[in-house]
C-alpha cells in the first residue's frame, strides 16, 4: 500500500487527504491544530459523498487514515509528502529541515505554495532536488489541476514520477518549466480580483452582480474551452489571426484599471496564432462550435438538475414557458380528461444522443419519467404534497422502442391511466414525434410515507384525481402493448 | 407577433437573430454584407440544434426571418432593434441617426457595443433616451447574460420594459446603473486577456496550457459560483471576513503585471463582507460546500458524456481504473463465464438522485445500459466494430425497482445471457449493493446494420462469443422475475 505524509490539514492539505486517500493510499497526518482531526474529518465527508460517483469505475478500497505528533513518524514510509503549511516562507523552511531529516530521500515533497517559485522553497534545503510545488485548486478532491512546477536542480526522471503518481491519482498535472509568482492560474485569479475590488469600491458592481457576471457568461464558457480557444472560436473562419487583428486595437484603450500591456508585435501575434493551431488546429472552426454548443447545452443543463445558477435560469424560463398551456396545473384545469393525457413537449436535447447518433435509450426512461412527474403534479402529488411527507415509488417499467429519434426532434408524450386506485397507479406513456409512435413506457407505482418508506394511501385529493380521470378514461380501450412481458425467445 | 430588427448579421448578430426567432419572434435584418444571409443561416443551424433542447418545455413556433435592403424597411413594426455593427463610434452614431429616423419612437435600440458606455452612444440622437447597451456573450443564443447600461437619460419603465422582454427570451438581464468602459464582464476578461499575452510573449506558457490552466481548475468552479461565492466557501467557517485578511496582503506582491490595487482599507474589507452576506448568507459555508460539489460533480459529469476537457481526463482515468479488472477485455478474458458476468461496478453519482432523496428512476436504466453497452464490448461488439457499421438497437426494457439506493452506495450489475443468437439478444441484468438486490434490468435487442437502419446479422466473431457464454451459462436456472409483465390490476 502507498502512503502518503500530509503536513498541515487544513482545507487544502484535508482535500489532498481525501484524494489520497479515497485512491487507495494509506495517509498519515502531522497538524498541531487540536482541530485538524475534525477538520480532515469534515473534509473527508464531502469527499466521500462526491469523488467516488464522479468515476464510472469503482475507486479502490480506501486507505488508512492515521494522524501523528511527530513530523518524523508521518512521513515513515511515505512515498509522497505534501506541505500545505501557512504561506511563510521561514515556516516552509522549517518544515523543509525538519521533512528532510526524517523522510526517504527518494520521497517526493510537494509545496501546496500558491505564491512561492520552488527555487525560493528550495533555497537552504538539504536536498532541493526533492522539492517541487504541485499547487491543487479547491476542492481538491474534485478539481484536477496541479501546477506542478520545477527548478533546475529538480531532474526529469523525479519529474515523470511526480506526474504520473498525480495522474494516478486523477489529477492533471501540468508541468510548469519557467518559474515564474503565483505560477500560471493564481495570476489569471489575481488580475480578476484586483479589478473586482476596484468595481465594488468605485460602487459600479456589488459582489452578487459580479459573480452573476462570471457565472452566466464566461464562465461556462471557460469551464469547457479555455480563453484562447474560445476567442478561436469567435474569431470564426478568418482563424486566430484576425481575431487579435480586431482585438488588439481595444488594448490600448484604456478598459481596466490595469494597464501595463505587452507590445503587440507581429511577432507576438504569430506565436499566438502557431500556438493556437497547434492546440486547436485538429478540429475545423465548424466543429469547435458544435462541440462547444455540445458542451454549453450538457454542462447548463447538469446545473438545472442542481436548480441552480444558469440552471435555476433555466428552470425559471421553463415555467414561464408552461405557463397556461396543458402542461401546468391540477386535473380541474386541463379541459378533456377522457383521451390521454399530454404530460411532456419538448424537443430531444443535445446531450440525449448516443454513438450511434440517435436518443440514447436511458433517455427514454428520463422523458417517461418526466411524463409521470407531470401526471403525479396533475393528481396533486406535487412538490408541497411531497415535502408534506408523501410521494410514489416506481416498482416497475417497461419501455418499447419502436421508431429512432434524434437530436432537435419535437416530442410529445400523452399518458393513460391503467390504474388509479388506493396506493397504486398504473400509467401508461406514448411518445410521438408528430404522429409517428416512438415508444411507450409503462409505468406501475406505488404510493408511500416517505418517513417509513413503506406503502400507504394517498391523499383523499390525490383518490379524488384519480377517480375524475378513471370515469373519463372508462371508454378507451386498453392500450395496444400494455401488459406484456419482454418477447419470448423462438 | 412580436418584430425585431436586427442591424449587423455577424457572429452575434446572428446570435441575437436565432434567440428571437426561436422564440417565435420575427427577425428583419439588414446589414449591408452580400455573404449575411449565408452567416445567419449557419448560426441559425447551430442554434436549431441546441437551444431548443435546451429547454424542458416546448419553445413557441419559429418566427419569420426576412433580410431588407434598406435599415428603414427593416426596422418597421419592430419593437427591439439590436445593433452589432463593428466597434466605431462615428458608424454607431450613423446607424442611430438613420434607425431613429425611420423606427417607432417606443422601440428600443440596445446596442451589442462591448467597449462603449451608453452616454457616448446617445451623445447626438435624436431621441437618447431610446437607446441602451445590451451587451451579449457568444454564442448568444445559449449563454444567458445580458449587460442591460444605462444613463439617467432612460427612464426606469423603458429599463423595467428591456428587461422584461429580454427576460422572455431566457435571457439574464444584468442592469449595470453607474456606465463604465467595457462594462463588467469584459473587463475581466481583458485583465486575463492581457496577463495571458504576457506569460505567452515571456514564454512560461503555451495557448493551449494557459487554456487548461484554465478549464481544468477555476473555469469549471466559475460556471457555478463566481469569485466572491468561492472565496467565501475556500475561507471556511470563519467567513469572508477572515478569508479576506488572510488573501488581502498577498496584493502587495508582485504577482502579476498588473499592479494598480486599491487600498485595502476597513472600509472596503466591510463593504465587501456586507455584500458577500446579503449574497450567499442564506446558506451556511457547509450547505454551499455541497451545493458546489453537486454542481461540478454534475458539469464534470456532462463533460464526460462530451468527452472533452476535464471530462475528458475523467474518463481517461477510468480506463485506467478498470485496466486489468474483469470490467475490460473480451470473453476470452473473462475467467468464469458459467455465472452472471459483473459488467457494472461503481459508486451512485451525486447527479443520480432525485428529490425523495435516492437514486432517480431513470438512472436505473443509465446503469443498466452501461452493463449492456459492456456486455455488447465483451462479445465484440465495441467502438471499432460500432463504426464499422454495426451495433445493437434496444427494443424493449423492463425494470424492476426492488430497493432503495442512495449516492455514494458502491453497486455492482451482473449480467446473464437469456437469448443470444443471430440478431437477436436478449440480457438479464441484476444490481446489488453488497449482497442485497436492488433491480432487474430485462433488456432485448437486435442487431442493425447502421446505414440500413434494419436489422442484420452480426459478425461471426460476435456469434462465437455468444455460443460460448450460452454454453457456459447453460445449466443457469431461468432468472426469478424474467420475462414478466408489469403486474396486472387486482
Known sequence: MKAAAIIGGGVIGGGWAARFLLNGWDVRVFDPDPDAE??????????????????????????????????????AGAIWIQESVPERLEIKHKVFAELQAACHPDAIIGSSTSG??????????????????THPFNPVYLLPLIELVTTSANDAAQVARASEQLTELGMYPMHVKKEIDAHIADRFLEAVWREALWLVKDGIATTEEIDEAIRMGFGIRWAQMGLF????????????????????????????????????????????????????????????ERIRDNNLVAMMRALKGQDWGAGALLNKQDTRLRDGSPLTGGV???????????????????????????????????AFAAATDRFMELIGCDAGYIASG???????????????VHAGARIAIRTRMLVGEGKKL????????????????????????LKTRRPSPPSREIEAAMDQIRSAQADLPYPDGAGMAIRQPG
Open 38 to 75: 475534525r477538520k480532515i474529518g469534515e473534509v473527508m465527508a464531502n469527499a466521500r459523498r462526491s469523488l467516488p460517483g464522479l468515476s464510472d469505475a469503482p475507486l479502490p478500497e480506501e486507505g488508512r487514515l492515521s494522524f501523528h505528533a511527530e513530523m518524523a513518524d508521518a512521513v
Open 116 to 133: 512561492f517559485k520552488p527555487s525560493e522553497l528550495q533555497a537552504g534545503a538539504a536536498r532541493p532536488a526533492q522539492i517541487v510545488v
Open 229 to 288: 480557444e474560445t476567442y478561436r472560436v469567435a474569431g470564426g473562419e478568418a482563424g486566430m489571426k484576425h481575431f487579435m487583428a480586431q482585438f488588439g486595437p481595444a488594448l490600448k484603450w484604456p478598459w481596466t484599471k490595469l494597464t501595463d500591456v505587452p507590445e503587440f508585435t507581429d511577432e507576438l501575434v504569430d506565436l499566438i496564432a502557431d500556438q493556437s493551431d497547434a492546440q486547436s488546429g485538429a478540429h475545423s472552426i465548424r466543429e469547435l
Open 332 to 366: 380541474d384545469e386541463i379541459g378533456d380528461l377522457s383521451q390521454p393525457i399530454l404530460t411532456v413537449a419538448r424537443a430531444v436535447p443535445l446531450d440525449w444522443t448516443d454513438y450511434n447518433g440517435h436518443m440514447n435509450e436511458a433517455k427514454y426512461l428520463e
Open 390 to 404: 408523501g410521494s410514489y415509488f416506481t416498482a416497475e417499467t417497461h419501455i418499447r422502442h419502436l421508431a429512432e
Open 426 to 449: 398504473h400509467l401508461f406513456h406514448s411518445m410521438y414525434e408528430g404522429d409517428e409512435l416512438l415508444a411507450t413506457g409503462e409505468s406501475f407505482m406505488l404510493h408511500v410515507d
